[in-house]
């Protein structure tokens, strides 16, 4: 009798979210102007004001949401607050600027991991664009870098931290779906939302 194998695991909600974003990540990659000639002041400025309304708007669907899974912190994990500290920095009142309409829906625990997992992401990839923004423009956490830099040398680690989170919400075939779904959605509303604020390249 030949020997009894084991079925093979299932794809973990990390590979799925990985995989249904790629080609969504990539391309909104490719039009940031971060490493642009074109990045000036003025322009990182108004990159920024079209950041604050997009994720402070998500940001506070997430904060009233009732499907945040237990156990996940996510008054640590805003990022909004240190938007508004750069924006006051550059001289802006992020009380006047517009907030974003069309965001993604969070429905489901599933869901809620799919936005969460971009803005994580979003957050591991500043530590890059900080260093440019450091070395182009002379902007630290204290005059209006603070938004790449929001966890500092703890970035690393509370990247490893969600991830592990991730791994420990049980998601069958249709939640892992959703998450990627939620994310994929959180991509394009960025992008669209950049895009109407004429800061993509």
Request: charged share 20%; proline share 6%; net charge negative.
């Amino acid at each position: 009798m030949p020997p009894v194998q084991s079925p093979p695991a299932a794809p973990s909600v990390l590979n799925d979210l990985r995989a249904g974003t790629h080609t969504l990540h990539v391309a909104l990659e490719q039009r940031l102007p971060f490493f642009s000639d074109t990045l000036d002041l003025g322009f990182y400025t108004r990159l920024l004001s079209a950041y604050f309304g997009f994720y402070q708007a998500l940001e506070d669907r997430l904060t009233h949401s009732a499907f945040i899974p237990s156990g996940f912190d996510l008054a640590a994990r805003l990022k909004t607050p240190a938007l508004v500290q750069d924006l006051r920095a550059l001289g802006v009142d992020p009380h006047a600027l517009p907030r974003c309409q069309h965001l993604p829906t969070v429905r489901s625990e599933a869901q809620a991991l799919g936005v969460l997992y971009v803005l994580e992401g979003a957050t591991l990839g500043g530590n890059v664009l900080r260093k440019r923004v450091a070395e182009h423009l002379g902007l630290d956490a204290d005059n209006g870098g603070a938004f790449l830099f929001v966890y500092g040398e703890d970035t690393g680690q509370h990247w490893k931290a969600f991830i592990e989170f991730l791994g420990s919400v049980p998601l069958d075939a249709t939640g892992r779906s959703e998450a990627a779904q939620a994310a994929c959605s959180t991509f394009s509303c960025f992008e669209q939302w950049l895009d109407r604020q004429e800061v993509l390249l």
